[in-house]
């Protein structure tokens, strides 16, 4: 199984770059998967990453190290709106799908 | 295009009692996927179904059990409750392709209450 380590809470200012991180530990690694969920709201897709290297998506973007078990979701700009929790999420090689998520960092944007 | 759906937005049971959770996939979604999500954690993979048969299991307990209809609509059983069932349950829609990107798109959830 996967071990997926990323900070518990960060802050940031409004218009200021943010880096939250993640790194994971299996045994087959199959894909790696950002979500943002507001409070009390479903996660929402915002990258994935199977191939090293950065992707970039609009203000967002992902980065992954496989040799390293790393990757970090960048965000710029940052929007009020931005305040949320970023999920990290790790598929496993081996016929199952399913990938597994960690427990989130939750960002706070303030003015 | 309807996204996922899932019904009741809200419940409150008591612990021993049963609870039925609904969920209707994205349309052209075959694949249905059920997450527990307890107050600050990430979603933890309950069970998967496609083609009406329960693929993949996560680490649960068989109080859980749940169904998929012909039109690819789920339920999720929860039976026998315990105060720790308390959590946001989530529905995620997919396409069966397997590897890939094979995005997975979340229900708004239901949150379940066990006094």
Known sequence: GQNIDQPTEMTATEGAI???NCTYQTSGFNGLFWYQQHAGEAPTFL????????????RFSSFLSRSKGYSYLLLKELQMKDSASYLCAVREEGGSYIP???RGTSLIVHP | DAGVTQSPT????????????RCSPKSGHDTVSWYQQAL????QFIFQYYEEEERQRGNFPDRFSGHQFP????????NAL??????LYLCASSLFVGTGLNEQFFGPGTRLTVL
Request: net charge negative; proline share 2%.
């Open chain 2, 10 to 21: 809200h419940l409150i049971k008591t612990r021993g009692q049963q609870v039925t959770l």
């Open chain 2, 40 to 43: 600050g954690q990430g979603p």
């Open chain 1, 18 to 20: 943010v880096q939250i």
């Open chain 2, 82 to 87: 315990l105060l720790g069932d308390s959590a």
């Open chain 2, 71 to 78: 039109n690819y609509s789920s339920e999720l059983n929860v």
């Open chain 1, 47 to 58: 990258s994935y990453n199977v191939l090293d290297g950065l992707e970039e998506k609009g």
């Open chain 1, 100 to 102: 597994t998520f960690g």
